[in-house]
């Protein structure tokens, strides 16, 4: 042992890397753990180690949720692949013989049916319903596009990416840098980019499909156009084509029924046109008014439909 101001090195020992430990009186009882801890004296030039540990340090809720959101996730697409795997079996060599029959063709009479019926559900506000109805267009979807993968015409893949880019293009104020002020100008830079993508495949017509429902398809062709003069209405001037047929329609009684069939046709896109100026969608304002128009007239009367069979419960559209 040394003299004076000399370093002990028999009353010092390193027992971790940056600590070192000074003899001090021992302390018995309750309070050994505690001065034990203030023995400790901490070298940050040896090592900083246990800074950066310290600092990084994870607290208990935030490993819950890193835990937690890819569990969650992987559940949610676990739900998908079994509906993808229950699609697989329908499809197999032991599976349904009316699944294994059906084309895309065949198919897309459903989804529309089932589209239909998960939009009235919505309508009327009924969530389970809606749920339900909204399941069986998700199952149509899939089907379909497990009918092109098998043909190798696409996959659930490829649609699920050409989607997802499509979105990321037409929202540019989301993912770009484009400035939008209002729901009005995204709506307009959205008909810009969708303009500009159909240039390079040209659609015959205004591009809106005839499938669509009368009104709806209507609609859609009168915002489209220039004006609505290229299908033979007056601008701004619907009520006089109103007028006329109606007062055709009352005069001939035995007129024609494809005249007659005409001058309906020209009032009802006339009222569409006219709708559409006070910012009003047909089909929704008729659904509106014939869900109240049947809840009234059933309040009033609640033999109103006694000659009319009504359904229990319907058979899945889906079904043969």
């Known amino acids: 042992m040394r003299s004076g101001n000399s370093l002990d090195l028999s009353l010092m020992c390193s027992r971790r890397p940056g600590f070192w430990w000074r003899r001090r009186p021992r302390v018995f009882g309750k309070n050994w753990k505690i001065a034990r801890r203030k023995r400790r004296i901490f070298r940050p030039e040896r090592t900083g180690s246990r800074r950066v540990r310290k600092r990084r340090k994870t607290t208990v809720p935030e490993k819950i949720k890193a835990e937690s959101e890819p569990c969650e996730k992987s559940v949610r697409w676990g739900k998908v692949e079994r509906l993808w795997e229950i699609i697989d079996r329908l499809r197999g060599e032991n599976g349904c013989p009316w699944d294994r029959q059906q084309t895309p063709e065949s198919v897309q009479t459903y989804l529309v049916e089932e589209a239909h019926e998960a939009a009235a559900a919505v309508r009327a506000g009924a969530v389970e319903e809606a749920a339900e109805e909204l399941g069986d267009v998700l199952f149509m979807v899939l089907f379909l596009i497990h009918l092109y993968e098998e043909a190798g015409r696409c996959s659930l893949e490829a649609v699920c990416d050409r989607i997802a880019d499509k979105m990321i293009r037409r929202h540019p104020h989301v993912f770009g840098k484009t400035a939008v002020n209002s729901a009005a100008d995204v709506r307009t ?96 304002c008729l659904h509106a008014y014939l869900n109240r128009a049947e809840r009234q007239a059933w309040d009033r009367d609640p033999n109103t439909a006694d000659d009319v069979p009504i359904k229990t419960g319907r058979p899945s559209a889906r079904r043969p």
């Open 189 to 284: 830079n959205w008909e810009k980019i969708k303009a500009k993508e159909k240039k390079d495949r040209p659609e015959p017509g205004l591009g809106v499909p005839q499938t669509l429902p009368a009104l709806i398809r209507a609609y859609r062709l009168l915002s489209r156009a220039k004006s609505v003069e290229v299908f033979g209405l007056p601008a701004e001037d619907e009520e006089s084509v109103l007028r006329e047929s109606v007062s055709r329609l009352r005069q001939g009684q035995e007129m024609e029924k494809e005249q007659a069939s005409q001058d309906i046709a020209r009032s009802l896109l006339a009222l569409v046109a006219l709708a559409r100026r006070h910012g009003v969608r047909p089909e929704d």
